[in-house]
T-cell receptor, first 112, second 116 residues
């Protein structure tokens, strides 16, 4: 069965420190991975997708099929990065139903 | 575009009462999803629709929960009877799937439900 695991419920770092939010998935086919973010009092929104290979707000994430991981990284955390982050998995190919499977989420707290 | 619209934003009710949550997806989107968010379990998919037809309701916790989508612009999630453990934030999301789509889902603001 498809599954997304975010092992840390809470990650607390100081401003300027590097950040890595971990995400592991289990899926035997070709996965499509996303990071969604929910800032305080705002809607859950897409942060980035692996297929775009882009950097958004200084965040990057590389899909590692060997380790089945899609960790979210930022070299220097900012206070405005404090939010809840969700890793999500979708399926490519004929089985694509539009469904996303979310991890349990990690709260990132960036302290001044 | 106002995005996905949900109502009410907050709902406080007593155990045993019926609760109805409403959602208006983004016009033109053909998928609609209902999620529940709790501290313990994170974001759980309850049910989703494609072209107004329920596709997967395996996440619906029990028979007390039901969802409908009578047309492309409206969906409801009903809990009858409600219980304190149903207290959570309920999100609605919509998306548009084409051959090149990344399945980006657009979320509503959520309904915070408190069952006393």
């Amino acid at each position: 069965a498809q599954r997304v695991t975010q092992p840390e419920k809470l990650l607390s770092v100081f401003k300027g420190a590097p950040v890595e939010l971990k995400c592991n998935y289990s899926y035997s086919g070709s996965p499509e991975l996303f990071w969604y973010v929910q800032y305080s009092r705002q809607r859950l929104q897409l942060l980035l997708r692996h297929i775009s290979r882009e950097s958004i707000k200084g965040f990057t994430a590389d899909l590692n099929k060997g380790e089945t991981s899609f960790h979210l990284k930022k070299p220097f955390a900012q206070e405005e990065d404090s939010a809840m982050y969700y890793c999500a998995l979708s399926f490519l190919g004929s089985g694509n139903t539009g469904k996303l499977i979310f991890g349990q989420g990690t709260t990132l707290q960036v302290k001044p | 575009d106002a995005g996905v619209i949900q109502s009410p934003r907050h709902e406080v009710t007593e155990m045993g009462q019926e609760v109805t949550l409403r959602c208006k997806p983004i016009s033109g989107h053909d998928y609609l999803f209902w999620y529940r968010q709790t501290m313990m379990r994170g974001l759980e998919l309850l049910i989703y629709f494609n072209n107004n037809v329920p596709i997967d309701d395996s996440g619906m916790p029990e028979d007390r929960f039901s969802a409908k989508m009578p047309n492309a612009s409206f969906s409801t999630l009903k809990i009858q009877p409600s219980e304190p453990r149903d207290s959570a934030v309920y999100f609605c999301a919509s998306s548009f799937k084409d051959r090149s789509s990344y399945n980006e889902q657009f979320f509503g603001p959520g309904t915070r439900l408190t069952v006393l």
